[in-house]
């Protein structure tokens, strides 16, 4: 079955520090990728999105993901994070079977930064 | 562009009465996925609709839980009856296009519903 592993549930950072968040998915098919932001008591928003091309993509607020194709891999990542940074991150991929798109979520990671 | 709507915010119902959630996509948006969300599962998409045809409901967790979508601006989610362990958040989300090519979700505010 086609499943979203996140590998981390929680992460705790002081400001400043790195972040990477691991996100592997298992489908051999054409997948989109996408990587959602769910801050406190809020919905779900976009942060990036891989289609095709460039396998390394810039999203908002420094955001960035890069996609391994052999490592079924779309890992998160920022250099630098902020105290707003604080919130839950969803990987999630888009399948693309019979016709119709399919978005699967990962468990989501919880992200506290500290100042 | 007022985004995808719920409602309501927020539902307290007692069990075994019928719960009613409410979503309006955006417009021009031809899927609508609904979501679950708690602290045990995470995310689980119960159903998702394409040009109002339901088109995978196989999360829908049991009969108690149905889903309509009469016309492309309005779907519900229903649970009757309703039970504690249906507490959770209920996300609604729309996009466009089935190609390959999918557009990202946009998520409404969801619905936090308590079943006491």
């Known amino acids: 079955a086609q499943s979203v592993s996140q590998h981390n549930h929680h992460v705790i950072l002081s400001e400043a520090a790195s972040l990477e968040l691991g996100c592997n998915y298992s489908y051999g098919g054409t997948v989109n990728l996408f990587w959602y932001v769910q801050y406190p008591g809020q919905h779900l928003q976009l942060l990036l999105k891989y289609f095709s091309g460039d396998p390394l993509v810039k999203g908002i607020k420094g955001f960035e993901a890069e996609f391994i194709k052999s490592k079924f891999s779309f890992n998160l990542r920022k250099p630098s994070v902020q105290w707003s940074d604080t919130a839950e991150y969803f990987c999630a991929v888009s399948l693309f079977s019979g016709g119709y798109n399919k978005l699967i979520f990962g468990a989501g990671t919880r992200l506290a930064v500290h100042p | 562009d007022a985004g995808v709507i719920q409602s309501p915010r927020h539902e307290v119902t007692e069990m075994g009465q019928e719960v009613t959630l409410r979503c309006k996509p955006i417009?021009?948006?031809?899927?609508l996925f609904w979501y679950r969300q708690t602290m045990m599962r995470g995310l689980e998409l119960l159903i998702y609709f394409n040009n109002n045809v339901p088109i995978d409901d196989s999360g829908m967790p049991e009969d108690r839980f149905s889903a309509k979508m009469p016309n492309a601006s309005f779907s519900t989610l229903k649970i009757q009856p309703s039970e504690p362990r249906d507490s959770a958040v209920y996300f609604c989300?729309?996009?466009?296009?089935?190609?390959?090519?999918?557009?990202?979700?946009?998520f409404g505010n969801g619905t936090r519903l308590t079943v006491t």
């Open positions: 417009s021009g948006h031809n899927s």
């Open positions: 989300a729309s996009s466009s296009g089935t190609g390959p090519m999918s557009s990202p979700l946009h």
